[in-house]
């Protein structure tokens, strides 16, 4: 069998000005790569920005649980208050897993 | 001028209508599906048209007809942001940051307003200069700045202020005005006339489909009326005829046509709804979008669109006809 | 009438044949990678011009021109979904839900026939009634009622009728065609030059791009042919035939010109693959999409597209010329 | 660390026509929020009314575990039988994953 | 409760050019279905040959446990050497998951 | 020929302008948003338009005028993969697969850069012949198989050679090119006319809308540029004025006129960016794509628009003119 390495995929749904920040931050914080898809959605909190340009854009990045912390730590504090955002980590195998560490 | 004759004019042109028929499609829950990239290719189709036949007009404009109102507009996007602040501080008692937030987009400049403004006096046989795009683009951002500034002088450290000002200078629509601007500039009448006809003769159309979308974006936006209070729905229409009586005023002092003052008066009066949301929302996120969204997208807009538009040119006309 | 002549002049139309390289682009399986949502916008794009066109042309006409072609509509469209259902029971031996499903589908319209067969007559000199594509819109929702009233009688319950209603009543087809309508006829003809270039100029141009797209998507539903079975085959071209004489019969009862009963036959002959699809979906879930889809999209399209529009000139100029 | 609530994520993907009333079920019972991503695909069964226009949609909800049960009772009784849906149900770990219950 | 079977939820992020190739890879391993979404993204390799096109496919399929591998294996052996691709597995629960098998 | 006013002629053409200002806004991280399924769009309008713009000529033409100019690109399309090939591994000591993956795209042909050299050529008043688009289709493809065949000689195995072909014959640029001219061909322009406005007219301003866009992902590979080393950036200017000199030479020998062999220069000087990458991609997968997209993309594509047309229509003023 192929070995698979148990990793984190994260994601983060945001309202679409943050776009081009999250990736920023995910990178120095030490993400090796991401996938984008623009998305749509509602969510508890009102009107956004971005709501007229009607999207917003989900983040997907597979990381080691250490990166996945320390993401979650810069939006809680960095994004949360203020900006449309929600984030989740699943456990995931991935196949050459060790390239993303 | 017979300012009757022009309102309804105005009301029946076609791209009031589609803006009508926009709302109307948002109201009765109709599906169209306007395609989000539609709607964004229609706009840098717009903005690069305007700029591009505003460029090949540049060549005939020399700079003793220009620098009179390049300055008017400078001056107007510095004033508007302050008094829009002063009075939602003063008499609509919001708090520094919201108010910034409102008053950078009401000092800065709706293309659409000003494109319908343009469309209408052409209409009524009284074009504008040839060089307006050129101050649209000028308008853009002065009043934002000044709108951040006003909130930074007390609340130091926003780490994103140098972003929200990139944002606004490379932003979709400074660019593309002042792209289309520089080829159009560049290219000349003669090298113009082969793009012409994509350009040109499609563009009445073109905004035709693009106010249908706005229309039902706008209409989006009315379901927050109650949430913004009575005084911001006030705000929107009253603000937007003292500033286009300023830009009337400041334009035809500038000397320029009833046309082109009127216009301008249009520009003024208009609040941005592209550029700078998307600055304020980098720069002063704590604001909330549903005040100024919806003032200057489901208020201000279709004030401007309807009625506000020929009552700068019926002004226009009585200062400079 | 040449009616040789018109088929060959049909068939080599820059129309017919994108359709014809659309569906050689799905038999070769070539990626072309026409984007979903440039259908979308030229859907939108066709719908809204010939309800403007028609809106504009519609204060030519008075009522007393209007009536009787307009009640002949309605009543084709009660018409004919009972005479489906009743050959796809009778004959077709297809079980009460499926055979309701399908005529729903020959009862309404498809407006992209609707267009080709005006191509069509303008093409032979032979124009039809300016108010036609009010028509197209009456002609949409009745059948798509009757249909399911057909189920319904026998069938209580089902949550989501008035669901369906809504999808049709405010479709992108009837709510784009009535509101083109509207906005043309309040513009009226001066107001709407401005936008005619890019609505009428660029017409059978984007006509050529969407149709490349359409013989696309009907190609795919060839595949299902060997599912639907012969007699389904032959109930897509046959029904038509009969439909597109009643429609030719009534229209030229109700006064219309040659052109007119004969874009009326088109219409009456056409099944919808729009409005009704997503109306059936929501309604009659239970019904098979293969049957209805592939027979409308698959088989009557093209044999409209074809054969039929030249047949129904025929027929008008026999009966009318 | 940030807190981070342990959830499902429940995703589903149906055909384009029944956008509205998924949105509708999952609110009323009880999700607080959704992400919409339009997107294709083949499954077992044949065409779609959808299919034509060439699309599904793929609707992902954060959810409590209730929701999630709810919400695949209604799937299985309202939607299964006539329609093109499929739906799974995955745990996450949630930022500030209190209000999504 | 309504029935969920446990299975897992394939998703390969690749670049654009080997979507056919992919789908037929796994169908031939047994997939019964797949959910695709367009994507863009950036990862460790550099340019490709769909970058200029812009955008990525995120293919998803809900497969048992033996197709995963299988499918992992292929990726590793005809995809991996030469192409961006990323693959990755989780555990889902389906509605009626019994026809994914 | 005044030389230096055509290469300022071509440089302050509104699609140069354009190129560079995408490439600016790239450069300026200018968030224009330019939705990636416009730029497939104007593709497929682009390549229908030519398509059907050279069939209705190509019934003008005769096969006695056909045959020598065919044969002179096909020849073309054989000689210009295995004379970039050696240069690639001779002088720039390239291993065989990258050579081959190169070689393929500077024997292919991009189509905008025909559009391109056909504007200027019709600017400068010297059009090239009306069935140029017929042999744009027919310089596309041999190129593709002769460079994957180099490689394939010593490896043998490659399991998807015949997909990568299947795309190149199949892809948009070829089979929208070769559909577009067989329905031009069959509609006759008299059927054509009725598209003309939508296919004709707009066609240039639609490919300023296209150049804005490829000058932005054009300038993404800039940043490549020290990656792919000094030899390959000299490679993507002098073979382009190779192998452009040779397609002027045999052009003119085949008794094209001036603006026809001129053009083909351009052609055959041009690297394809979008059938071959996705060719090589698939049959030559370990080929390191920074090579060829940098060069095609980023060196040969905008050399070609400024400074490489101009100078192939002075060549071939100066053999034939
Ligand atoms: N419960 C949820 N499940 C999935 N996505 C959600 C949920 N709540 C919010 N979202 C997404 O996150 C965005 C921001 O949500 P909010 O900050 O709650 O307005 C929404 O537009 C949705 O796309
Ligand atoms: N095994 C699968 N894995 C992922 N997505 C699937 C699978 N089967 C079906 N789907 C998705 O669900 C939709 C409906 O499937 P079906 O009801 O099987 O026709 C398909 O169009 C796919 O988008
Ligand atoms: N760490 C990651 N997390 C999520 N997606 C990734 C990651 N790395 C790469 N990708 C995706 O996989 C594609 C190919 O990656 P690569 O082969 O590393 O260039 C990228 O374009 C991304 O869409
Ligand atoms: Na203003
Ligand atoms: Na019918
Ligand atoms: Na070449």
Redesign the interface.
């Known amino acids: 069998?192929?070995s698979?390495v148990e990793?984190k995929?994260l994601t983060i749904?945001a309202?679409r000005?943050l776009e081009e920040?999250l990736i920023r931050d995910l990178r120095s914080l030490g993400a090796?790569?991401?996938?984008?898809?623009?998305?749509?959605?509602?969510?508890?909190r009102?009107?956004?920005?971005?709501?007229?340009?009607?999207?917003?854009v989900?983040i997907e990045a597979?990381v080691s649980p250490e990166v996945a912390?320390r993401m979650?730590?810069r939006?809680?504090e960095a994004y949360?208050?203020?900006?449309a955002v929600?984030?989740?980590?699943?456990?995931?195998?991935?196949?050459?897993?060790d390239?993303?560490i | 001028m017979d300012a009757l004759g022009a309102l309804t004019g105005n009301l029946l042109s076609p791209i009031v209508l589609a803006f009508a028929l926009g709302m109307l499609a948002t109201l009765l829950r109709s599906p169209i599906g306007f395609p989000e990239e539609l709607y964004r290719a229609l706009s840098i189709y717009l903005l690069l048209a305007i700029g591009l036949k505003g460029g090949v007009e540049l060549r005939h404009a020399s700079l003793a007809q220009l620098w009179a109102p390049a300055l008017a507009t400078v001056l107007l996007g510095l004033i508007t942001p302050v008094s829009a602040y002063g009075i939602l501080r003063r008499l609509g008692r919001f708090d520094r940051i919201n108010a910034a937030a409102i008053a950078a987009h009401y000092g800065s400049v709706s293309a659409v307003t000003f494109i319908a403004a343009q469309s209408f006096g052409r209409s009524l046989g009284v074009p504008e200069e040839g060089f307006m795009p050129t101050l649209v683009a000028l308008l853009e951002v002065p009043a934002i700045v000044v709108a951040l500034l006003l909130v930074r002088m007390r609340t130091p450290g926003a780490a994103s202020w140098s972003e929200a000002l990139h944002e606004v200078l490379t932003g979709p629509s400074v660019f593309l005005l002042l792209g289309g601007v520089g080829v159009g500039y560049l290219a000349g009448p003669e090298r113009f006339a082969a793009v012409a006809p994509f350009f040109v003769s499609g563009f009445q159309g073109a905004l035709v489909l693009f106010l249908l979308e706005l229309g039902m974006v706008a209409a989006r936006r009315l379901r927050d009326l109650r949430r913004v209070g009575p005084f911001l729905i006030g705000f929107g229409v009253l603000v937007p005829m003292l500033h286009g009586a300023l830009g009337v005023l400041l334009g035809s002092w500038a000397g320029l046509s009833v046309g082109g003052s009127a216009v301008l008066g249009a520009m003024v009066a208009s609040a941005s709804y592209i550029a700078a949301p998307a600055a304020v929302r980098i720069a002063l996120p704590e604001a909330n979008p549903t005040y100024y969204l919806t003032a200057s997208l489901g208020i201000t807009f279709p004030f401007n669109l309807t009625l506000g538009i020929p009552l700068y040119f019926w002004l226009a006309h009585l200062i400079g006809g």
């Not at chain 1, 949360?80 to 900006?83: A, L, M």
């Not at chain 1, 456990?91 to 050459?96: N, T, Y």
């Open positions: 069998m192929v698979a990793l995929l749904v309202e000005v920040r090796r790569g991401y996938t984008k898809t623009e998305v749509t959605g509602e969510g508890s009102g009107v956004r920005a971005s709501e007229w340009e009607g999207k917003n989900k597979i912390d979650f730590e939006l809680a949360f208050p203020h900006f929600i984030a989740y980590v699943i456990p995931v195998h991935v196949v050459r897993g390239k993303y």
